[in-house]
């Protein structure tokens, strides 16, 4: 594998002085001899030609939305759209240091201010923090919200949290990381909530369940409501994991079901570039009664007074603590720069975030159908059809697929097929979560996908289905690494790279 210092030995430099060497010269008279360099500091040399060429390789060896198709289940892989870029780029965004006092930072200020309108209007919440960046974060300073309030009212002995078995992995562990015990509830044979499940294990000892609906199969919970009076009249809090809000967003909201709490992935449902870990952000909105309990800083404006120069609009904006704030989650205020593509992707769909999620949904439920559907003669050369593993005849944004029956017929796993799709140039499915559903994909296309590339997409999936068996479990054949052991790699990690 080639890397930047293959080049060494070149000449040239890729990278031209902006000042004369004089200068140059100069400057290095002002630092003291014994901390001058004695010999060269060994960075790589390369001609412009041959950086440009090193970076433009690396990136093609990327998989990203902007590259392919990218159906990753419960995290919302949707494209970027290019205007939050020009905006986050702006002066006004992108240069300006986070101790940078508040007479300075209006503008950027009233961006914050109304990103935390707007999220709260969404949910059906009354106040939000930016702090938090990533999902998991936001559910852990929820949980530590709704931890504070409990000790405030007297209530500190509640330390269980209920999640429902189709959860996602960060929800018991947030909450773990509070402290609190985990009970876990199984779905019923429909794939959604049991509420008899639930008031079997609510009492005095509950502090949260926590939940995201639609659920990780992609079904609505009709019974939400009533779980939430469940909770409620047993004196516990109602978290919403809001990974799957791009299915519902602007159709109903997680406070009218009866939620205390919710996080916000802006790297799904707001469009914030994310993969490989980052960069995220996941606000959290929270009910009144937890409000005064969030981390800082929040941004809360007043009208602005005449002599106060740089006011927006009339408004002054000031950083606020809130009164019994469970202290700093993240260091400065957030992911600002996430919040911003966030705010201008907001900004740009208003009410027709409506249709965003309508269209998120149409998407899942067209392809779904097509997967499941294929044409007799296409049905024919497939070694077995995956089983659907939702019985709802209708799904919101997202589903999942057991291809259990392929292991019976040809030995060929879920992973196989996953591996597979990669060489027909797909990013693969997310793949084994949720754990209920065996040999599990979960497919989520988004509402920026066209018919074309669905129609596609189902129909190198039966190829894949169809393919031999020996291609399958030796998949990918395509790519720059082939198939790797993954527990061999995860116990023996090579951070470094080698010529070898
Ligand atoms: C259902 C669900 N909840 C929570 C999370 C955690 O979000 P994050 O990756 O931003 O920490 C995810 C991430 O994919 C998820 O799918």
Sequence with gaps: ???????????????????????????KATIPTNLLRKERAGWPTASEPELVRHYTWLS????????????????????????????VQLAGMNDIHPLAPENHLQGLMSIFFEMQEMLAHCA???????????GAQGEFTAIRCIQE??????????????????????????AAMCGYSIIEIPSGEDGRLDLDALRAVVGEDTAAMMITNPSTLGVFEPDIAEA???????????????????????????????????????????????GGGG????????????????????VSRRPAEEKEIGACDGWWYTWQKPEKSIGKVQQWHG?????????????????????????????????????????????????????????????????????????????????DVAKRLLDYGYMAPTLYFPM????????????????????????????VLSDDPEILTSAPHNTDVKRVDEVWAARNLILRHTDE
């Excluded at 030995?9 to 031209?16: D, H, K, T, V, W």
Aim: aromatic residues 8%.
């Design 1 to 27: 594998m080639s890397n930047i210092f293959s080049f060494n030995g070149a000449e040239e430099s890729g990278y031209s002085q902006p000042y004369p060497i004089a200068d140059a010269e100069q400057a």
């Design 60 to 87: 093609r060896r990327n998989f990203g939305i902007d590259t392919g198709f990218y159906p990753l289940g419960s995290c919302t892989m949707k494209h970027n759209p290019r205007i939050n870029e020009k905006i």
């Design 124 to 134: 059906g919440m009354d106040a939000v923090t930016l702090q938090p960046v990533a």
């Design 149 to 174: 309030y409990h000790r405030m009212i007297g209530e500190e002995h509640r330390d269980k949290v209920i999640v429902p078995d189709s959860a996602h992995g960060t929800n018991p562990a947030s």
């Design 228 to 274: 939430a009076k469940i909770v409620h009249e047993a004196g516990g809090q109602m978290y919403y994991d809001g990974a799957n809000f791009n299915a519902i967003i602007g159709r109903t909201n997680p406070g009218l079901m009866g939620f205390d709490a919710v996080h916000y992935n802006l790297h799904k449902t707001f469009s914030q570039p994310h």
């Design 279 to 298: 960069p995220g952000s996941g606000p959290i909105g929270v009910k009144e009664h937890l409000a005064e309990f969030l981390p800082s800083p929040i």
């Design 335 to 415: 992911n600002a720069g996430a919040v911003v593509r966030s705010w201008a992707f907001y900004r740009r769909y208003g009410k027709d975030l409506t249709t965003m999620s309508e269209h998120a949904v149409l998407n899942a439920n067209y392809l779904r159908y097509k997967i499941m559907n294929p044409e007799p003669e296409v049905l024919e050369k497939i070694h077995a059809m995956p089983v659907d593993g939702c019985p709802a005849e209708v799904v919101k944004h997202e589903f999942t697929l057991s291809m259990s029956p392929l292991v019976d017929a040809v030995g060929v796993n879920g992973k």
């Design 436 to 463: 209920i559903v065996p040999e599990c994909l979960m497919i989520e296309p988004t509402e920026t996908e066209s018919k074309e590339e669905l129609d596609l997409f189902a129909e190198n999936f039966h190829k």
